[in-house]
């Protein structure tokens, strides 16, 4: 493949897997990622990687449970209603300590919805829509390369932590087509994976398992991923930043929403407003430190999501009282307009 | 005639290879093991070496020898 | 004398087989062992009630894989009731699976890994209430892996609530007058059901009540095995097995119940055999 390519962020998705080395895909279609999975069908034919249009999404994580848990690279995607059915295997895949790759391409819910794009989601991606206490690393693309790029990036995270990442797209960027640069490094594949199931030759048989009953032994695992969880936070932030350093309002945005977001802040410069922008790229582990540098000369925060409010909590909490947390949303499948969120700006001011 | 070592410390108790015995040469022991359970015992006699008796026993105690 | 027909109306005479050539060695030849635990299945004492099925099974299977000499290359993956901890009890490779979603992951390994043998374990909640859609579908893509169902009737680990495979009028937690078939549904034949699926290839139903059976039992769970290790494709073996604790039965009236009534609405005998 040439490295330059016109591709929807659905496909580049996909593209920065097999990157990466993905060989087992299992999927259920879904709009508005549909686009995904006959991508992967496609690309795990060329590759010589297995590609299951699975019965369900609920089969579709409990394959890329086996795969994971076999030692191989391994992703399944799906937008809301299906994310919803995955939720159980991703606590088991985080309780038996297993990298995979899980994509949500987002959504109008709740129930069936519609097809349009939202940011509903970001609760049960980041608070855990799965029991028990565990954290995904959440990455938000906002753009096609970032979709090649963070799928990608999301398997070396995957196995560098023996836990699942997560990419929370929607389906505005799912389905957007943009230019993309392929010209990325080539992947860390061959991780040694000691404890995968391949056959006990040679030595102790693996058993993969998250049942642990004896006393005091789940609290220590706990305890361990916790541990694990708490390196993530302090390793793998990432966000981007405008304007910061001088600025009365900052706006917090993610995805395709910081798109739009970031054209309003254009219109506020452009007035002489003094506004800015912070793009969470990882939504977990949340940059709130970033916030917390500047929650105390920043006079007010806007939070923007096509939702009721779910991301404006952590931003809240980052903030700490020390200025006004403020919040504009769509909701349903609806996006904000720039004019929107400009309005909001102003009103704030 | 075969030999059949029977683990009456690991024996539950279900006596399904008593009746699964062709030749009845097991059966219950008057005493008690560490389960509070009357465990089994081979009572001599003709074993033929069938094995049923290793075959049904679910706890895998029972061990035949030529 | 008994004669069991399978399915292309060939009877079968018991009084044939001789038992001895069915009896696994597990040590070299010149031994004076007739019969002894099979490798593979770890010497501890198992957490099953007394005359539960699932000890007499478990060994069935390890004494399969010891004489396929196939130990490091076995993965099984086991069910979520009261075989759970079924990974205590075996010297191989096993993954949990999330209840019912055996089939599907048993798929994600066998298809990275074909060279290896790939089995699950399953109950009758695991593989014919919540997991029904991840059996069918694994049977209809014709998966090459080995499932043994152990059918006892019952939910043991949870305390004896009703299964899709309860019988009529059997009292159970949840059915406490016994089922009903006009609330409750007809107790379901899985493998009559999948047999009607062309990725099947070969579909048994065996029983544990009697060393007899138990022989026959390792036969078919032994050339269910051979089927993945030919790459002959899709193979189950259900097991009737004794629930004795909740059965509200001794172990010898478990067996007898499966001998006089379970077996007589869940025939024995091959399904189907390509």
């Known amino acids: 493949m040439s490295y330059k390519a016109l591709m929807c962020g659905n496909e580049a998705c996909g593209e920065g897997a097999v990157l990466a080395g993905c060989r087992f895909y299992a999927g259920y279609p879904i709009t508005p990622q ?67 790759v899980i994509v949500n391409m987002q959504r109008g819910g709740p129930g069936l919805g519609n097809i349009a794009p939202s940011q509903a989601d970001y609760f049960q ?60 490094k080539a992947p860390v594949t061959n ?20 049942l642990l009953l004896g006393e005091g032994v789940l609290e220590e695992h706990n305890k361990r991923l916790q541990e694990k969880f708490r390196r993530m936070k302090d390793t793998e932030v990432r966000a981007e930043t405008f304007n910061l350093k001088d600025s009365d309002i900052v706006l917090v945005a993610y995805g395709s929403v910081a798109r739009i977001a970031k054209a309003s802040m254009g219109m506020a410069r452009a007035k002489g407003l003094k506004v800015g922008l912070l793009r969470p790229i990882t939504l977990w582990p949340f940059p709130d430190k970033v916030i917390e540098e500047i929650s105390g000369r920043v006079k007010k925060f806007l939070v923007v999501e096509m939702s009721a409010g779910q991301m404006v909590e952590d931003v809240r909490l980052a903030v700490n009282g020390k200025a006004e947390v403020d919040f504009y949303g769509r909701m349903g499948g609806s996006i904000p307009t720039e004019d929107e969120i400009f309005e909001r700006i102003e009103a704030l001011i | ?46 074993c033929t070496g069938c094995a049923m008796c290793a075959m049904i026993c679910p706890e895998c105690i029972i061990e035949i020898h030529k | ?101 055996t089939p599907a992951v048993a798929t994600g390994i066998k298809r990275v890994r074909p060279e290896n043998i790939v089995f ?23 998966e090459n892996i080995t499932v043994i169902f ?34 409750e549904g007809y107790p379901i034949k899985m493998l009559e059901m999948l047999a009607v699926l062309p990725g099947t290839k070969y579909l048994e139903r065996v029983s544990v009540h009697s060393a007899q059976e138990v022989l026959r ?25 004794m629930c004795p604790t909740y059965w509200n039965m001794t172990p010898i009236q478990a067996a007898d119940r499966i001998k006089n009534e379970v077996a007589t609405f869940y025939p024995l005998g091959v399904i189907k055999s390509c």
Not at chain 1, 153 to 179: H, S, T, V, W
Not at chain 1, 191 to 210: E, H, V
């Open chain 3, 120 to 142: 699950t374990y399953q109950g009758d909640g695991d593989l014919a209430a919540i997991g029904t859609a991840e059996i069918v579908h694994a049977a209809n893509r014709g």
């Open chain 1, 125 to 184: 991606a980041v608070k855990g829509g799965g029991h028990g206490d565990y954290k995904l690393i959440v990455l938000a693309p906002s753009s096609a390369q970032e979709f090649l790029e963070y799928t990608y990036l999301a398997f070396d995270l995957a196995d560098k932590y023996r836990n699942p990442a997560f990419i929370l797209g929607d389906g505005l960027l799912g389905q957007m087509m943009e230019p993309l640069n392929l010209n990325l």
């Open chain 1, 34 to 100: 549909n686009e995904l999975t006959a991508y992967m069908a496609k690309r795990m034919n060329e590759t010589g990687g297995i590609f299951i249009q699975a019965e369900s999404e609920l089969a579709a994580i409990s394959m890329v449970f086996g795969a994971a848990a076999a030692g191989f690279r391994a992703m399944t995607s799906s937008s809301s209603p299906g994310i919803s059915l995955k939720q159980e295997g991703i606590s088991y895949l985080v309780g038996c300590e297993l990298p995979c």
């Open chain 1, 191 to 210: 991780l040694p994976k000691p404890w995968s199931l391949t056959g006990c030759r040679g030595r102790k048989p693996n058993i993969i398992r998250s």
């Open chain 3, 217 to 241: 039992a390792k036969r078919a769970i032994k050339k269910a095995f051979k089927m993945q290790i030919d790459n002959k494709g899709f193979s189950i073996v259900e097991v009737l097995s």
């Open chain 2, 1 to 46: 005639m075969a030999k059949v070592k029977i683990n009456k410390d690991r024996c539950k108790g279900c006596y399904l290879c008593i009746v699964n015995c062709p030749n009845g040469l097991i059966k219950v022991s008057t005493e008690m093991n560490a389960k509070g359970v009357k465990p089994v015992f081979f009572s001599g006699g003709k």
């Open chain 3, 150 to 183: 152990v059918n006892n009737g019952v939910y043991g680990m949870t305390g004896g609530q009703m299964a899709p495979t309860t019988l009529a009028g059997q009292r159970t937690t949840t059915t406490l007058s016994g089922r009903s078939l006009r609330r």
């Open chain 3, 1 to 101: 004398m008994k004669k069991r027909r399978n399915k292309t109306g060939k009877s079968k005479d018991s009084k044939k087989q001789s038992v001895r050539q069915h009896v696994p060695v597990a040590e070299e030849q010149g031994s004076d062992v007739i019969f002894s635990r099979p490798q593979s299945l770890t010497d501890v004492e198992n957490h099953y009630c007394a005359g539960c099925g699932h000890g007499i099974i478990h060994r069935l299977i390890c004494e399969t894989i010891d004489e396929f000499g196939i130990r490091e290359k076995v993965i099984g993956i086991a069910p979520v009731g009261c075989a759970v901890l079924a990974y205590d009890y075996w010297g191989f490779d096993v993954a949990e699976a999330a209840h019912g979603r």
